[in-house]
T-cell receptor, first 115, second 111 residues
Framework: QQQVKQSPQSLIVQKGGISIINCAYE??????FPWYQQFPGKGPALLIA?????SEKKEGRFTISFNKSAKQFSLHIMDSQPGDSATYFC??????????????FGTGTRLQVTL | DGGITQSPKYLFRKEGQNVTLSCEQN?????MYWYRQDPGQGLRLIYY???????QKGDIAEGYSVSREKKESFPLTVTSAQKNPTAFYLC??????????FGPGTRLLVL
């Protein structure tokens, strides 16, 4: 079964620190790697996504690093803020033009940013 | 105001009862999806649809059924065959091969 393994399960970071969440995948056909942010009782919201033709993508305080040979990718949150406290999910899909993309999700990381 | 709506926010099911969760989108997306989320687990795909009157099973389709009679709507029925239905159910939509956007979810509880 296709899997995406995510770690750590939970993470506590001080305000201003760097939060790092890691994911690893097995299926080499995956070519789309989004990260979603979810607050309690809400639906996930897309945070940032990357394709394997680049090794890094940055949007504001959020950066995805991608290592194709190791089949790993990670989310870095710089200058973490209490408002970043949420559950983060990595996901992966094989994107084929003209068809729906079936996302395979990691199990999530609960991030708590303390004052 | 464009987006995805799910109703109800909370739903209670009695043993042996079928219940239907609503999902509507006005984003003109071709594809729609249903996921189940359990505590400590990621989202798992139940069913998805790429076009009206067509849908495909996901990883955990047993005990669920769907229909896609209109592009905007993709209701999910949790049947009595689903023995452990308590979960948070999320609907999503996307353009074909595009980013998936999620609705606010429906929490299903068993009485």
């Amino acid at each position: 079964q296709q899997q995406v393994k995510q770690s750590p399960q939970s993470l506590i970071v001080q305000k201003g620190g760097i939060s790092i969440i890691n994911c690893a995948y097995e299926n080499t056909a995956f070519d789309y790697f989004p990260w979603y942010q979810q607050f309690p009782g809400k639906g996930p919201a897309l945070l940032i996504a990357i394709r394997p033709d680049v090794s890094e993508k940055k949007e504001g305080r959020f950066t995805i690093s991608f290592n194709k040979s190791a089949k790993q990718f990670s989310l870095h949150i710089m200058d973490s803020q209490p408002g970043d406290s949420a559950t983060y999910f990595c996901a992966a899909a094989s994107h084929n033009t003209g068809t729906a993309s079936k996302l395979t999700f990691g199990t999530g990381t609960r991030l708590q940013v303390t004052l | 105001d464009g987006g995805i709506t799910q109703s109800p926010k909370y739903l209670f099911r009695k043993e042996g009862q079928n219940v239907t969760l609503s999902c509507e989108q006005n984003l003109n997306h071709d594809a729609m999806y249903w996921y189940r989320q359990d505590p400590g687990q990621g989202l798992r795909l139940i069913y998805y649809s790429q076009i009206v009157n067509d849908f495909q099973k996901g990883d955990i389709a047993e005990g669920y059924s769907v229909s896609r009679e209109k592009k905007e709507s993709f209701p999910l029925t949790v049947t009595s065959a689903q023995k452990n239905p308590t979960a948070f159910y999320l609907c999503a939509s996307s353009t074909l091969a595009g980013t998936q956007y999620f609705g606010p979810g429906t929490r299903l509880l068993v009485l």
